[in-house]
């Protein structure tokens, strides 16, 4: 096998930024790297050389485009991007973790020791699997060594819009972009037994059901805060930032009755977070990244269950301030204004970040991957190919795949429907990409030129110079 690395990424303002960090290091080591949006990798997958493939999940649904891939002679390893916050246990395995789809796995990344540590338990794990405690390339772009990647656009952001609160939901199990991606689908009679959603897939009955209960009475208890904020600081803009698979379209109406109000959900949220005077949330990841950044965060828990803020959402919710009205919200946001209060702190929360996220100093992550990612090319070195026959097989599977998920993306909900993988991955410009790149080679202190070429509308490979000559 070649040195050859494809990096998926499903949602592009969440992962692609981080990602893109990861394809400069490697390609400065020696890899031919393959970048963009995963439905269109995966629809072209049997035209890549055999590669490392960095799977970001490894649910059921996956299992059968990794059979196509081992067909294909690709290596499969990766992490989980839901791992850092996850449900308990037996509700992560069932949810997160499929036992035919792991075996297709060569090597697991962990975020930290928790994360390893749940892996260890799953029961399925195949024997002797490696997990490799290196971090996340998330992690790596809230280091303060590469914030100024965000410099520019996070002076834009206050440019634009002064001070303001950054509230950053995280209501995607009721309120999807599509109403069957909730954890039950819409009833059509009354007195019917709701049915599961596609959020649900892998939660017992009673899990999801509490868990719809919570969300339901924190998103009500969000679009009440929302119009109270406004009035209560007539000085700051309201910036609301959805989740980036739910619909927007119920903060868009919120905000028609405000004059402070506006609904964005545009770029990284790294930049937002900077630039924000502090941030208002509810279980939501960007309550741990603005705890690394040191970012004031705020945890609204007016309403809803403790079992799942102190569980499910542990640990954003206690990295964060928490306040468990709207008074002593006002009361806090207010000492933020005044700068008697900053960004959470004290050493059980150091301790608790510590065990949750590796390479938070010393090297980066995405370094310590790509120092696997070489070992395993290495010892791939006496692994025979794929016979041609089976690389035929591969690519035909992966045709009639290609040619099923574009027809169920004429049905109505489906989330193969061109508008919502615009939601996900709107793209950018070859230009744009570049630009990102040369940003991060200036951070990382490299010369050397990295070659961008595109390969499809949402796909390119990044090479160094001299792999291209």
């Not at 294909?72 to 916050?85: C, Q």
């Not at 509490?210 to 700051?236: C, M, N, T, W, Y």
């Amino acid at each position: 096998m070649k040195r050859s690395l494809i990096i998926p990424v499903e949602n592009q303002v969440r992962e692609l930024d981080a990602k893109l960090l990861l394809a400069c290091i490697a390609a400065r080591r020696g890899f031919s790297v393959i970048i963009g949006s995963r439905l269109e990798i995966s629809f072209r997958v049997g035209a890549f050389p055999p590669s490392i493939y960095l799977a970001k999940s490894m649910t059921a649904r996956s299992l059968k485009i990794f059979r196509i891939m081992r067909k294909l002679g690709h290596i499969i390893a990766g992490w989980d991007e839901e791992a850092l916050i996850h449900p308990p246990a037996a509700t992560y395995f069932s949810r997160r973790l499929s036992p035919e789809t792991i075996t297709h796995i060569a090597h697991l990344f962990a975020w930290g020791e928790e994360n390893a540590k749940l892996w260890r338990q799953y029961p399925a794990l195949p024997p002797k699997m490696p997990i490799h405690l290196t971090g996340n390339p998330r992690g790596d772009m809230l280091r303060p060594e590469m914030q100024p990647f965000f410099a520019a656009a996070t002076e834009a952001l206050r440019q634009k819009y002064g001070d303001f609160l950054l509230i950053n939901t995280n209501f995607s199990f009721v309120n999807a972009f599509y109403p069957d991606q909730n954890l039950f689908q819409p009833v059509k009679k009354p007195g019917e037994k709701p049915r599961y959603g596609r959020a649900a897939v892998g939660m017992e009955r009673h899990f999801a059901e509490g868990l719809r209960d919570h969300k339901k009475a924190v998103f009500a208890s969000f679009q009440d805060l929302i119009p109270r904020l406004e009035s209560a600081f007539p000085e700051l803009t309201i910036i609301v930032r959805p989740h980036p698979v739910e619909n927007p379209a119920v903060y868009h109406q919120l905000a028609v009755g405000c004059r402070r109000v506006k609904v964005i959900n545009e770029g990284n949220v790294i930049p937002w977070l900077l630039a924000a005077t502090a941030v208002i949330h509810n279980g939501c990841t960007t309550g741990v990244e603005a705890y690394i950044m040191q970012v004031p965060a705020l945890s609204y828990q007016a309403s809803g269950d403790p079992e799942y803020d102190n569980g499910f959402y542990r640990l954003p919710n206690a990295l964060s301030h928490q306040c468990f009205d709207f008074s002593e919200l006002k009361e806090t946001i207010s000492r933020i204004l005044t700068g008697e209060t900053g960004a959470a702190g004290g050493k059980e929360r150091r301790k608790l970040m510590a065990g949750y996220l590796a390479s938070q100093d010393g090297p980066l992550a995405s370094l310590r991957i790509v120092g696997v990612l070489e070992k395993i090319i290495q010892e791939s070195a006496d692994t025979p190919p794929p016979s041609s026959l089976a690389r035929s097989v591969g690519r035909y599977q992966a045709a009639r795949r290609r040619l099923a998920k574009k027809i169920k993306s004429f049905q109505p909900d489906s989330k193969y429907r061109p508008e919502f993988q615009r939601h996900r991955y709107p793209g950018l410009s070859l230009a744009a990409l570049r630009q990102k790149v040369e940003r991060l080679q200036a951070i990382l202190g490299d010369p050397q030129k990295l070659a961008i070429r595109k390969l499809g509308a949402h796909i390119f490979r990044i090479t160094s110079d001299s792999q291209r000559r």
